[in-house]
């Protein structure tokens, strides 16, 4: 059993002075149950608490720190840019040198807005495509996550064309009923809605490649088909890659699969590890955001130079050394050895990867949507979660959540989780028995 005297501890004082003790929800644990141990540092490939233990981190932040915790790359970016200042609320050079950074490596987009999280750019990215189409509903897929604002906080209706209901207290229905929500994978349903709906609709705002419902991966055909149905109507199409950008491939998962969306929306990786967002897409709607145009958005910490100078340190040493492309061969090598070992324990698992993200689903059926995903067993899940985490290996605490990988894993940090993941499905598989 892990020692986490000290994190049990800060868990308790952290509850009284912030809702859950936590800043994020999926931090709590809530859904695997025990004391999420308290992160004191990081390097690499791993972290270590406050209580002295050592993970292997698959979490990477969610998804930013792609070359690891402290790449001497963005370590010193950051650390001379503090020696200049940490914000101007003025216009930098560097705003336009990792703009033009973003630009060259997704090919989709011509301008960029930078904001200071995913969130952000979501919600900026939906009133662009109002302001744009003068229209005011917009769809999305039931279990894609785009950030908490109201917009896009819903559950979905009963059917294919029902309007979305809010997903928590305090968004109001009005702003809710303008959200149209349909299955992921579903083109029928899509079909659907526009044949009802077409002439009202913004936009379609995607994940090409859902990460928080765990990784689902589209079905042949299914992305070209939502950007042709989306031009058909006279609709927008956003590509949510806070996630998927330069994780799914260097050109965003919308070059893996040839999509070229009117809008995209980045964060994560961008930043190096700090907290930016950025929008963009094409010349002649971008161009409708103040003050170039009548869309007003703003942001005082917007394009900070610590964000600017992390991010164009992360983004150069990404194209240098080709880290795109590397850590897909990493991540197809540890995936393969997680199915073997699930199989050879005999627990039914379906293992998805792209880039350099994956999950482990814990069901004997396809993952296609939301609704599938929840059928996954969570109690499996959740004992797969702790036997690993006893292993020193630390995983997101959440089957709806996804893994990543980071060019500081080595060999070595590969063959040690295979062989916590051998001992953890065969726990697994007692649980099964019983």
Known sequence: ??????????????????????????????????????????????????????????????????????????????????????????????????AKLICKLIKSVEMVRFVNSGTEATMSALRLARAYTKRESIVKFIGCYHGHHDSLLVKAGSGATTCGVPDSPGVPRGVAMNTITVPFNDETALEAVFAEKGKEIAAVIMEPTPGNMGLVLPHDGFLDFVRKITKKHGALLICDEVMSGFRGAQGGSQSLYNIDPDITC?????????????????????????????????????????????????????????????????????TAGLEKAAAEAGVPVQVHHLGSMFTVFFSDKPITDYESATQCNPEAFKIYFHSMLEKGIYLPPSQFETNFLSLAHSPEDIEKTLQAAAYSFKQVAKHLKK
Do not use: W
Request: with cysteine; glycine share 12%; net charge neutral.
């Open 1 to 98: 059993m892990l020692n986490l005297t000290k994190s049990t501890r800060a868990f308790a004082e952290a509850q009284e002075y912030t809702p859950g003790g936590v800043n994020s929800p999926v931090r709590s644990f809530r859904s695997v149950g025990g004391v999420p141990p308290f992160i004191q540092n990081g390097k690499g490939s791993k972290i270590y608490d406050i209580d002295g233990n050592e993970y292997i981190d698959y979490v990477m932040s969610y998804g930013p720190l792609l070359m690891g915790h402290v790449p001497d790359c963005v370590a010193k970016a950051i650390k001379a840019a503090v020696d200049r200042g940490t914000s101007y609320g003025a216009p930098t050079v560097a705003e336009i040198e990792l």
């Open 266 to 334: 980045l964060g994560k990786v961008i930043g190096g590890g700090l907290p930016v967002a950025a929008y963009g897409g094409k010349r002649e709607i971008m161009m409708m955001v103040s003050p170039a145009g009548p869309m007003y958005q703003a942001g005082t910490l917007s394009g900070n130079p610590l964000a600017m100078n992390a991010g164009i340190a992360a983004l150069t040493y990404m194209i240098e050394n080709d880290v795109c492309n590397k850590l897909t061969a990493v991540t197809a090598k540890l």
